[in-house]
Structures are given as C-alpha cells and as structure tokens.
Nanobody
C-alpha cells in the first residue's frame, strides 16, 4: 500500500508561481522503483495529464500546455516529488493530484497509476 499526500496548493494571480509537493510512504514501498505523475481536474472536465517522471532514470514528460512553465522533480532520498509551476494562467486552475505507478511505460496515461493522493486546489486569478 502506498500513501500520497500533496501540499502547496493555493490562490495565486496570473503570472505567479506555486510549488506543489507530494510525499510518498508505505511499509514496503520502494520509491525509486515508482514512476510519479501529476494530473489535474478542472470542474466539469476530465482528469488530464500534467507531468510525469520515471523512477530510476528520472526521465520527464510534460503536457504541451505546461511545457516550459512547469518542472517536475523527485528527491529519492526523501520520497518526494514536486511540481514547480511558473507563469501560471487562469486555465491552470484545477485540483492537482499526485499519482504513483510501478510501471515505467505510458506514464502519461492516468490508467496505469494505481495510487493517488487526495488532491490539492490550485486557483489562478486573472
């Protein structure tokens, strides 16, 4: 069993920045063997991929809508993954979810993730 706890959401003006963090834990959980992803869901919309980072190699993937503005990173010593969000836009407003998967392929697909956090609200005002 894996527990994921997000933090760092809030209200920010357009053009501002926020940093989300996700702490992962579990009795037999080996963080380095898991790929981690960030997804978001706005009201009335489907959950969508934002960014992902693979386990051992740390390869990163981004949605086109956030490329160049968001940065995903992981700290394998602390079992944490972060999402630095810069140049925020009102359309980035959503609940952001951290997710973990033991697979290393197709990690932009929410269907491969077996563990999810409770989500953290990000609101960007215009």
């Amino acid at each position: 069993q894996v527990q994921l706890v997000e933090s760092g959401g809030g209200l920010v003006q357009a053009g501002g920045s926020l940093r989300l963090s996700c702490a992962a834990s579990g009795r037999t959980f080996s963080f380095i063997n898991y790929s981690m992803g960030w997804f978001r869901q706005a009201p009335g919309k489907e959950r969508e991929f934002v960014a992902a980072i693979s386990g051992s190699y740390g390869s990163t993937y981004y949605a086109d809508s956030v490329k160049g503005r968001f940065t995903i990173a992981r700290d394998n010593a602390k079992n944490t993954v972060s999402l630095q969000m810069n140049s925020l836009k009102p359309e980035d407003t959503a609940v952001y979810y951290c997710a973990a998967t033991s697979v290393s392929r197709r990690i932009i697909d929410p269907g491969v993730y077996g563990y999810w956090g409770q989500g953290t609200q990000v609101t960007v005002s215009s």
